[in-house]
């Protein structure tokens, strides 16, 4: 009996741990998610209770034409999707070189993945920019620049926030950091793209200027596969 139940202790650890380290390298991306593993690699969540995730939109552009399957870490949260997000990935989605997508379900012709999340996260405050309603467009246009978003990228974003922050005589604006949003929202695409920009902006109405310490912006480098995604988080 002690000898089975040895042996049975022993396959039963083994099998834990083989499971943990599956699920490591899978959320690391050294290894695909052959097994959809999400419940041992749970998202690192800072809750604010004033604090929206809205918009998040994804642009694909691959070297040549690619079938390419995108998967969100935290599926439970999604409040909505374009095209469903069945039910753990979008999959079989054709990418071609210019951007433009087809979804193979239902064959509809898209340029980008939309999702949003209902979860709330905290925001970094030790530094932002300070940034007056005349000076938006010039602030964005440059700043979406350096992150390597192209024009059109850019311009989607710029018209789609800038009727919510007209009323702001003063908006704290800060860009994450691709590490920040990984522990929000890690994305796994496969097959693995080159180069993953992800720009989500942070962003509070004040009524006057302060003086805080001004974020330094990192330009990353854009090139072969490239995968976009843009959104943003509003700080009441």
Not at 32 to 42: F, K, R, S, T, Y
Not at 137 to 142: A, D, K, S, V, W
Not at 198 to 217: C, F, G, H, N, T
Request: proline share 6%; hydrophobic share 45%; with cysteine.
């Amino acid at each position: 009996m002690k000898k089975w139940l040895k042996i049975w202790l022993i396959v039963w650890w083994s099998l834990l741990i083989t499971w943990w380290g599956l699920a490591w390298l899978t959320k690391a991306w050294i290894i695909p998610n052959w097994l959809d593993i999400e419940a041992l690699c749970p998202n690192v969540y800072e809750f604010d209770s004033h604090t929206e995730v809205k918009k998040p939109i994804i642009y694909l552009y691959p070297t040549t034409e690619t079938q390419v399957n995108v998967r969100l870490w935290a599926p439970r949260d999604l409040s909505y999707t374009y095209p469903k997000y069945n039910p753990k990935k979008w999959r079989n989605i054709i990418a071609q070189t210019n951007g433009d997508l087809e979804d193979m379900d239902t064959w509809r012709k898209l340029y980008a993945l939309y999702w949003e999340w209902k979860s709330e996260i905290s925001i970094n405050f030790d530094e932002w920019f300070v940034v007056a309603w005349k000076d938006i467009i010039p602030f964005l246009e440059e700043k979406l620049a350096i992150l390597w978003l192209n024009e059109r990228e850019a311009e989607e974003f710029i018209v789609y926030w800038l009727p919510q922050m007209e009323n702001n005589a003063y908006n704290l604006i800060r860009f994450e950091t691709i590490e920040e949003q990984d522990e929000n929202m890690l994305l796994n695409i496969t097959p693995k793209p080159d180069t993953i920009i992800r720009v989500m902006m942070d962003r509070k109405a004040i009524d006057e200027p302060i003086d805080i310490s001004e974020q330094e912006i990192i330009t990353p480098e854009r090139t072969w596969f490239i995968v976009v995604e843009w959104w943003w988080s509003l700080k009441s």
